[in-house]
């Protein structure tokens, strides 16, 4: 399987505190995506990348910034967390052109007090 | 702007027997592809089969198996001989016109001994 890793697995903040999640993969894919989840709404877009510096907003983007300075690191921040951005978030990434499954990381549970 | 929904919240099963799954969608793109996705307990997302719109045979991965009605817009699962390993949330995806995967809302099954 492609190798996807996410960082913090679990995390506890405050409200108003900057908050940076990790994703890193080894496949050298083009396309990295944020999604968040939570009951009720299934899993949603924050934001994705399809190159190096190149990123773009998701349907739920508001509250959330991510930099793309290397093909294996995409990272998200939220820049003053809040009790409404407790959530599980998944980063993802996609296959070839032959392939448009995605793969996911194993998630982060963010939890914001 | 593509859409799937999955209008069964919640169901369950008795072991050994089958269960379907449903899911529509909606996209304006003649070519797209079509996936269920598994999330069990543990949290991970993993990919249980998947369909490409200009082909006219279903899917089937061992047990689980599409019906894809391309008319209809329909795409449901089916899954035989339910095992209690099945317990999960199962999700609708769709890709299509190179945006980023949408998601349905989830149907959490339950497998019963």
């Known amino acids: 399987d492609a190798g996807i890793t996410q960082s913090p697995r679990h995390k506890v903040t405050e409200t108003g505190t900057p908050v940076t999640l990790r994703c890193h993969q080894t496949?050298?894919?083009?396309?990295m995506y944020w999604y968040r989840q939570d009951p009720g709404h299934g899993l949603r877009l924050i934001h994705y990348s399809y190159g190096v510096k190149d990123t773009d907003k998701g349907e739920v983007s508001d509250g959330y910034s991510v930099s793309r300075s290397k093909t294996e690191d995409f990272l998200l921040t939220l820049e003053s967390a809040t009790s409404s951005q407790t959530s599980v978030y998944f980063c993802a990434i996609r296959g070839g052109s032959r392939d448009y499954g995605y793969t996911f990381g194993s998630g982060t549970r963010l939890t914001v007090v | 702007a593509q859409t799937v929904t999955q209008s069964q919240p919640e169901m369950s099963v008795q072991e050994a027997e089958t269960v379907t799954l449903s899911c529509t969608y909606d996209t304006s793109e003649s070519n797209y592809y079509l996936f269920w996705y598994k999330q069990p307990p543990s949290r991970q997302m993993i990919l249980v089969i998947r369909?490409?719109?200009?082909?006219?045979q279903n899917a089937t991965e061992n047990r689980f198996s599409v019906n894809f009605q391309k008319a209809a817009k329909s795409f449901s699962l089916k899954i035989s001989d339910s095992q209690l390993g099945d317990t999960a949330m199962y999700f609708c995806?769709?890709?299509?016109?190179?945006?980023?995967?949408?998601f349905g809302k989830g149907t959490r099954l339950s497998v019963i001994a």
């Open positions: 995806a769709l890709f299509s016109g190179n945006t980023p995967l949408v």
């Open positions: 369909q490409e719109a200009y082909k006219q």
């Open positions: 496949e050298n894919h083009r396309y």
